[in-house]
């Protein structure tokens, strides 16, 4: 069973290119387009800026990561940018591990919300995961993804246990 052997720990700096790769893996983004997600400066970037950077190994391999960062510095709010799971380890615990891993560390440096936004149209299973364990939505938008118009909605996890819904 996976979950004995997974081991969840925080990354550095030196370990981007690894998780983009990774990233690159579960994303699979068209060769022909721009893609804004996988830059490596971008993600340094974040990086410097605060950003915490998770991995989920199984195996010493990574298998998950969740890449957050201050998307409005002094709002105690952390956003989660980037998270992901290899196809071979999904539906095993890995990004439930990976979330509650950073709330203890938000808790800890005094942050008070965690947002966190996906596609329904494009990620059903993490659509499904944010309302399942009770993360409120705050806002909806359109937006392109490749090349199209589609929903993205915006999620909010109150760390005190309270949370603002649009709804």
């Known amino acids: 069973m996976v979950k ?11 370990d981007i290119p690894q998780v983009i790769g990774l990233s690159l893996k579960v994303f699979k983004p068209k ?5 804004p997600y996988h830059n490596l400066e971008k993600w340094r970037e974040y990086f ?35 998270a992901g799971v290899a196809e071979k380890y999904r539906r095993q615990g890995l990004l439930k591990k990976l979330i509650s891993k950073i709330k203890k560390i938000l808790k800890e440096k005094g942050y ?9 149209e494009k990620f059903p299973a993490m659509y499904a995961y944010l309302t399942k364990y009770g993360y409120k939505k705050y ?12 929903l ?15 709804d």
Not at 56 to 81: D, I, M, S, T
Not at 152 to 166: A, H, M, T
């Open 48 to 82: 410097k800026q605060g950003g915490i950077l998770l991995g989920a190994f199984v195996n010493k391999q990574l298998a998950g990561y969740l890449f957050c960062y201050e998307r409005e510095p002094g709002k105690n709010n952390l956003h989660c940018w980037m």
């Open 31 to 35: 060769k022909d387009r721009k893609d």
């Open 152 to 166: 993205k909605v915006f999620f909010r996890k109150d760390l005190n246990g309270k949370s603002k819904s649009f």
């Open 112 to 120: 008070k919300t965690f947002t966190i936004n996906t596609w329904p």
């Open 139 to 150: 806002k909806e938008e359109e937006k392109e993804w490749e090349g199209k118009q589609t």
């Open 4 to 14: 004995s052997m997974v081991k969840i720990r925080e990354l550095f700096e030196a």
